[in-house]
């Protein structure tokens, strides 16, 4: 049972490029989170998808930045137009039935560089 | 707004001592988590909380909720160097949206 697949693991961007992250839920979940960390800092929410829905996006800056989680395929968090301040790591999580009580599983991330 | 605060920020011990940080909430939470996220690694569950005053073991680990779930601990006794890296508290605040507020961590170093 594969756990959650985020790909790539690296990503090196030049200022003004698009970046596409991927995250593949473990089987079975259907919630996906997205966080970004700043190094030596915490996890900070970015959006929350079920499948086909962005159930809460208010940690996702208002411009260049988007998410999607298709009926089929992963989940895409898209970043137009970098800029070398959305250097991070960006981990996607997920979980299963729920939320409120459900713990939640983290893909090995992805470190975005833009140069 | 709601958050989710953790002290220190940073701990440094010699091998052999004690840890413990700490994570208070301005608001009640209904249940609180805690993660370990290893140099270089990804976050990865420890336990769950949900009842208040409850208490959890894990080996070296002790896990505590406060009576008023507004604050919760990590105590780790005799830490070794594989307990080196960042924990993390977690809670719910939002439980209409019911995503993941972290605290901001607290890094251990153990020095051998």
């Known amino acids: 049972n594969a756990g959650v697949m985020q790909n790539p693991r690296h990503l090196v961007r030049r200022r003004g490029q698009e970046a596409r992250l991927r995250c593949s839920p473990m089987k079975g979940h259907s919630h996906v989170y997205w966080y970004r960390q700043l190094p030596e800092e915490g996890l900070k929410f970015m959006v929350y998808?079920?499948?086909?829905?962005?159930?809460?996006e208010s940690g996702m800056p208002k411009e260049r930045f988007s998410a999607e989680f298709p009926k089929e395929g992963p989940s895409i968090l898209r970043i137009q137009q970098v800029v070398r301040g959305d250097s991070a790591a960006y981990f996607c999580a997920t979980s299963g039935t729920g939320p409120l009580n459900e713990k939640l599983f983290f893909g090995s991330g992805t470190q975005l560089s833009v140069l | 707004g709601q958050q989710v605060m953790q002290i220190p920020q940073y701990q440094h011990v010699q091998e052999g001592e004690d840890f413990t940080t700490y994570c208070n909430s301005s608001?009640?939470?209904?249940?609180i988590q805690w993660y370990k996220q290893r140099p270089g690694g990804h976050p990865v569950f420890l336990i769950q909380?949900?009842?208040?005053?409850e208490v959890k073991k894990q080996k070296r680990l002790t896990f505590q909720f406060g009576e008023a779930k507004k604050n919760s601990s990590l105590h780790i006794t005799a830490t070794q160097t594989t307990d080196v890296g960042t924990y993390f508290c977690?809670?719910?605040?939002?439980?209409?949206?019911?995503?993941?507020?972290f605290g901001d961590g607290t890094t251990l170093t153990v020095k051998p």
């Open positions: 998808l079920q499948k086909e829905n962005i159930i809460d």
């Open positions: 977690a809670g719910p605040l939002n439980t209409n949206a019911g995503k993941s507020t």
């Open positions: 909380l949900v009842k208040s005053g």
């Open positions: 608001t009640t939470l209904s249940n």
